[in-house]
């Protein structure tokens, strides 16, 4: 059993070469019809991305395991750039532990596993980067906190950015966060239960376990897959963040990577005050 889920890990998420572009291009019908007509998307600032230039796309998300404006967002890049244009998205790596089958295809349109080796290994072959570092916690987050930048003090992405000298470009999007409705995570509660013997569910820690009104279990408790409501979404590609220093040696000083890792949240937090009140005059 060992044996095999390590040939699964070897096999999906590993690799750049497993991203297909005719894939990629076999999803543009249904992603479009979810774009105009499901999601009513409303985006702007694509000219934010330099055409040649490879960079690190950094995003806030919400919406559940559905995550829906990651996934309209990854529309609007094909419809800007193309299928050709390469760009990867950081997967948790439990994500491919709970269904290969479904991790075979997310890595057919891109994605690969959220380690450091692969993140280098993107951005080193030209191609650009997206990454979510709030992860679990962000996709997740209370409907309270739907209008934070919540990062959960992650600044492993920072440090990617220094060492590779390249520039980053918030993502950031609102709306999402109401095609489910978080009303707390109790993942403290679930995790004392553990320890006095309760498995985890799948034999994985989750990291969160919510509670969430939405489809189609209606009231939901733990990270289950969920069918996203029909709400309105609005994405906006920030203008792109360049630090003043670059390099191995400030990536490894750590009031540097805390002073770039404040910055980065503290302009995307105001882009997303911005858009929450476009968002409210449309």
């Given at each position: ?57 950094v995003g806030s998300h919400n919406g559940g395991l559905a995550a829906p404006d990651m996934t309209m967002m990854m529309y609007d890049w094909f419809r800007e750039f193309g299928v050709e ?198």
């Amino acid at each position: 059993m060992l044996k095999k889920q390590h040939f699964l890990n070897k096999k999906t998420g590993w690799s750049l070469d497993e991203r297909d572009p005719k894939f990629i291009e076999s999803l543009i019908p249904l992603l479009g019809f979810l774009y105009h007509y499901y999601f009513r998307v409303k985006t702007s600032g694509w000219d934010n991305i330099p055409p040649q230039q490879k960079v690190l796309l950094v995003g806030s998300h919400n919406g559940g395991l559905a995550a829906p404006d990651m996934t309209m967002m990854m529309y609007d890049w094909f419809r800007e750039f193309g299928v050709e244009r390469p760009v990867y998205g950081l997967m948790h790596p439990k994500a491919w532990q709970v269904s290969p089958p479904l991790a075979q295809l997310v890595a057919k349109a891109g994605a690969i596993i959220a380690h450091p080796k692969m993140a280098y290994e993107a951005l080193r072959s030209e191609a650009s980067l997206l990454v979510y570092p709030g992860g679990a916690e962000d996709v997740f987050r209370p409907h309270h906190l739907r209008n934070k930048i919540h990062f959960a003090g992650r600044q492993g992405f920072i440090k990617l950015a220094l060492r590779e000298n390249v520039p980053i470009i918030p993502m950031i999007s609102w709306g999402a966060h109401d095609t489910l409705i978080v009303i707390a995570d109790c993942y403290k509660i679930v995790q004392q239960l553990h320890e006095w013997g309760m498995p985890w569910p799948f034999g994985i820690d989750p990291e969160v376990f919510p509670i969430y009104l939405g489809l189609p279990w209606g009231l939901a408790f733990g990270p289950l897959p969920n069918i996203p409501l029909p709400v309105s979404i609005y994405t906006r590609v920030c203008p792109p963040i360049v630090f003043e220093r670059y390099g191995r040696e400030v990536a490894s000083d750590r009031q540097y990577v805390n002073e770039c890792y404040e910055l980065v949240v503290s302009q995307m937090q105001q882009e997303l005050d911005n858009l929450v009140k476009l968002s409210a005059k449309s």
